[in-house]
């Protein structure tokens, strides 16, 4: 084990350095882009949810470890995958947390970084039976696991024209409501003790509850703060794919999750997939199943993981100018 971390070690300070020139520029490169499986990436949410609540220091949260290790062992190659372990006390608690960390493209040192949190939420405060119960986290937390699972076979089979890392944080759903200290856990402790230092990918991408019904995505405040370019360019692509109706080009919230995390710590431009909606009163309403015991395999849209994957593989191959 310890040579095989050392081996990850030194393949990522490899690759850990981008020259920025292409920064946040994009244009049609008239490349081939592979299609996306939403079967397959709806198969994965749907493993995620055999084990339980992932919730951190539970028995279903150290078997869907094991599982994504799996995956990207498998797809990525065994020598590129780490899973970053630490411990931290939450609640008076001591629990344990995993990163998941997965690199495609070794040869390029020009990358970008793909993300989602992959742990579901120890309690339900919005369900009106259950409030103390954790959720199942079909699409806050699986789908956005899902979509990065599928990618990983993508890129194993079609190699992209660019380094992809591929982050899968824990913990950033442990913390009661308002305390924001407690949620974040994962990309916290990964951007305050990176494995690479010095990591400069590109940009960044979250993806966070981007499987659900009747799912909308504007685009959300920090993100437009942080990458513009970036933003402009994927609602762009999903206007072309005809997915104006679930990419809205309007501005959302502002809304906290672990791109804010990754960008302050490490000034990487990371922006955020999100369903949510601005209401009346200038606040953020997520969907009703949001943090309830409905957050389960029922409310998973197939066509809306489909959107997202074709959206984000014609952004990956065919819109990032390379040498």
Not at 10 to 35: A, M, T
Not at 43 to 64: K, M, T
């Amino acid at each position: 084990m310890k040579r095989i971390l050392s081996i990850w070690f030194i393949f990522l300070l490899l690759i850990s350095c981008s020259d920025d020139q292409n920064g946040l520029q994009f244009k049609d490169q008239g490349r081939e882009v592979p299609s996306f499986s939403s079967e397959n990436a709806f198969e994965y949410i749907e493993d995620q949810l055999s084990f339980g609540p992932r919730v951190p220091g539970s028995d279903a949260h150290r078997e869907a470890v094991e599982y994504f290790r799996n995956h990207f062992s498998e797809t990525a190659g065994r020598r590129s995958v780490y899973v970053q372990q630490f411990e931290e006390e939450v609640y008076g608690e001591n629990l344990p947390f995993y990163n998941i960390l997965a690199s495609f493209g070794g040869e390029y040192s020009d990358r970008i970084v793909l993300a989602a949190h992959w742990d579901s939420r120890p309690r339900g405060e919005y369900d009106s039976d259950n409030p103390e119960q954790p959720i199942p986290g079909a699409d806050d937390g699986g789908s956005g696991v899902g979509v990065l699972m599928e990618l990983a076979n993508i890129f194993s089979e079609n190699p992209p024209p660019i380094g992809v890392d591929i982050i899968l944080f824990d913990g950033e759903d442990y913390g009661e409501e308002g305390d924001l200290a407690n949620y974040f856990i994962g990309s916290r402790y990964w951007a305050q003790n990176p494995p690479v230092p010095g990591y400069n990918p590109r940009f960044g991408i979250l993806l966070d509850m981007v499987g659900g019904q009747g799912a909308v995505f504007p685009k959300e405040g920090h993100s437009v703060n942080f990458a513009p370019q970036l933003v402009d360019e994927i609602w762009s692509i999903a206007a072309e794919k005809g997915h104006s109706d679930l990419f809205l080009n309007e501005r959302g919230g502002r809304v906290a999750d672990d791109h804010i995390i990754v960008e302050q710590y490490t000034g990487i431009p990371m922006i955020n997939i999100i369903h949510h909606r601005l209401n009346v009163s200038g606040g953020i309403d997520f969907p009703p199943y949001w943090h309830t015991q409905r957050d389960d395999i029922d409310i998973i849209d197939r066509d809306v993981l489909q959107a997202v994957g074709d959206v984000m593989l014609e952004l990956i191959y065919n819109r990032i100018p390379t040498e």
